[in-house]
């Protein structure tokens, strides 16, 4: 499951302005790690940028629903361009999931465009998810190629567009790629 990450001041600052709060680091520590009890959901989004770029990975950014994603996703596309990479709206590209049949926690990946001639991928995914993703879609013209090692090697499998459940690469995909639909990679 994976680990709630603190947004920019800046971020924080425009989601409290929108009446959107982002979920507590604490609120996820005190539960996850600690083994006395399992951890709620947590549903969180996180930019993806097209494959070979060189920037710095994003960070995700968690919520106690999946309401809040949605509403954080509408706010990204408005918010300052100086705490974002990308000033354009926000789409989002597929989503995935830390249970079967799309369920547990989530982690919906976003881009500034559909994936319609562009590749986006994680070589290696945010901290928490590696080895928890269970169920995975695409949306908004993309695939999610789901892969075994980190930059987007060993086994592979694509989900067009959906995949309830994912087989033997349950809990062990370390990368992802979002492509165009009808594309395999």
Known sequence: MPRINVISAALAATLA?????????ATAAETYETG????????CAVEVQPVGTTT???QPVCFADR????RYLGAVGTADASTRTLAAA???LGTVYSD???GGSSLTFWGSSGCYGVLFGFSSLPSGWTGNISSAV???GCWASLYTTTGYGGLRLTCTPTCNGIGSLNDKVKSI???PTGTFG
């Open 36 to 43: 006395a009890k399992a951890a709620p959901a947590v549903h």
């Open 56 to 58: 710095t990975p994003a």
């Open 67 to 70: 309401a809040s994603v949605d």
């Open 100 to 102: 079967i049949n799309k």
């Open 17 to 25: 302005f929108a009446g959107l709060g982002a979920a507590s680091p």
């Open 138 to 140: 695409g949306s908004h």
């Open 90 to 92: 926000t789409t989002s």
């Open 177 to 179: 790629v979002f492509r």
